[in-house]
């Protein structure tokens, strides 16, 4: 049964970067046809797309946040990460991972992150 | 700020039907058509349907989606208590090449 499991910095200072990350299991990040991606969801707000890594390597970033992500991914680890560089309050919301063919499939729990000094 | 518009709030009888909207343009829903989430207080979203109505292994008959134009609709049947959440409309933008999620609608069953 594939599984998703966000990890990370729960409390990152206003100009830092924060770094999570996602472990997988069940399913190879590598094998053909899917996507990796993280959504945020500030609270008591709606779902904003991040930005997807694809199987390949290749990467797409949502236009309104381009300048400050980056999505890598460990294959050896299963795993694939987010960087958000220049963080204010506006960044504080419930991080989840996600995998995505057509649609956003599989999410992870999902992570709080805090920008906080 | 979302890139499809959803009412904020709907709502129904226990045992009626509920039908919820999202509006996009011809980039995204009319194009792509769209997938639906519903989202309970304190948890992750479940996917509902995509492809416009294309249900995932699992989820009741009682949901169904559809698409007219550049509008997406999900309608449930036979209200439930447990149909009580925030349901959620998305859909790949290929001019934006981005994900767009709807604002979200919250569903209460009276």
């Known amino acids: 049964q594939l599984q998703l499991q966000e990890s990370g910095s729960g409390l990152v200072k206003p100009s830092q970067t924060l770094s999570l990350t996602c472990t997988v299991s069940g399913d190879s990040i590598s094998s053909g046809i899917y996507s990796w991606s993280w959504v945020r969801q500030p609270p008591g707000k709606g779902l904003e797309w991040i930005g997807y890594?694809?199987?390949?390597?290749?990467?797409y970033y949502n236009p309104s946040l381009k300048s400050r992500v980056t999505i890598s991914a460990d294959t050896s680890k299963n795993q694939f990460s987010l960087k958000l560089s220049s963080v204010s309050a506006a960044d504080t919301a419930v991080y989840y991972c996600?995998?995505?063919?057509?649609?956003?499939?599989?999410w992870g729990q999902g992570t709080m992150v805090t920008v906080s000094s | 700020q979302a890139g499809l518009t959803q009412p904020p709030s709907v709502s129904n009888d226990l045992r009626q039907t509920a039908t919820l909207t999202c509006t996009g343009n011809s980039n995204n829903v009319g194009n792509q058509g769209a997938a639906w989430l519903q989202q309970h207080q304190g948890h992750p979203p479940k996917l509902l349907s995509y492809?416009?109505?294309n249900r995932p292994s699992g989820i009741s008959e009682r949901f169904s989606a559809s698409r007219s134009g550049n509008t997406a609709s999900l309608t449930i049947t036979g209200l439930q208590p447990e149909d009580e959440a925030d349901y959620y409309c998305?859909?790949?933008?290929?001019?934006?090449?981005?994900?767009?999620f709807g604002g979200g609608t919250k569903l209460t069953v009276l």
């Open positions: 998305s859909a790949w933008d290929s001019g934006l090449s981005a994900w767009v």
């Open positions: 996600t995998r995505e063919i057509d649609a956003f499939d599989v």
């Open positions: 492809r416009n109505n």
């Open positions: 890594i694809y199987h390949s390597g290749n990467t």
